[in-house]
C-alpha cells in the first residue's frame, strides 16, 4: 500500500492486463505520444506517470499513482453517445477506487499544448 491507500499489485500483476498496456502503448497515438512527452521522467511537477496503467478492469493512459491522478487523452471515439456513456461508467468506477480523472480532447493536445500543460498541473497542484 502507497501513501494514500492505493493497493494496485494485483491489477499490475495480471497478466493479460499487462499484455494489453503493452500492447496499447505501441500503438499510442500522436495526441497520447505528445501528452507523454510532458509527463514523462518527472516533467510536470517533478510527478511519476506511468503510461497506459493497469487498473482492473480497466487500463487507463496516464497515471500519477502517488497523487492518483488519471489523464485521459480522448479521440473521436469519446464524441459519440456510446463513448461519452462508457466513460462516465468508467470514470465513476474510477471515482469509486479514489482516483480522479481528467480528460484532455486530443485535438487540444495538437492545438494548444500550453493550455493541457496548465490544466494538468493544476489537477496535481489540487492535489498535492
Not at 501528452?35 to 521522467?41: F, G, H, K, S, T
Request: charged share 30%; aromatic share 8%; proline share 4%.
Amino acid at each position: 500500500m502507497n501513501r494514500r491507500g492505493s493497493t494496485n499489485r494485483r491489477a499490475r500483476r495480471d497478466p493479460e492486463a499487462i499484455s494489453f498496456a503493452r500492447n496499447q502503448r505501441a500503438r499510442a497515438n500522436e495526441f497520447a505520444q505528445d501528452v507523454w512527452q510532458m509527463l514523462r521522467n518527472r516533467r510536470c511537477r517533478n510527478q511519476k506517470f506511468r503510461r497506459e496503467y493497469p487498473i482492473a478492469p480497466y487500463t487507463v493512459d496516464f497515471c500519477c499513482v502517488d497523487l492518483k491522478l488519471i489523464i485521459e487523452v480522448d479521440g473521436k471515439q469519446h464524441q459519440t453517445d456510446e463513448g461519452r456513456q462508457y466513460d462516465q461508467r468508467r470514470d465513476q468506477y474510477l471515482a469509486e477506487q479514489g482516483y480522479q480523472v481528467v480528460r484532455i480532447p486530443g485535438y487540444k493536445a495538437l492545438r494548444n499544448p500550453v493550455a493541457v500543460r496548465h490544466q494538468i498541473e493544476h489537477a496535481i497542484d489540487a492535489l498535492l
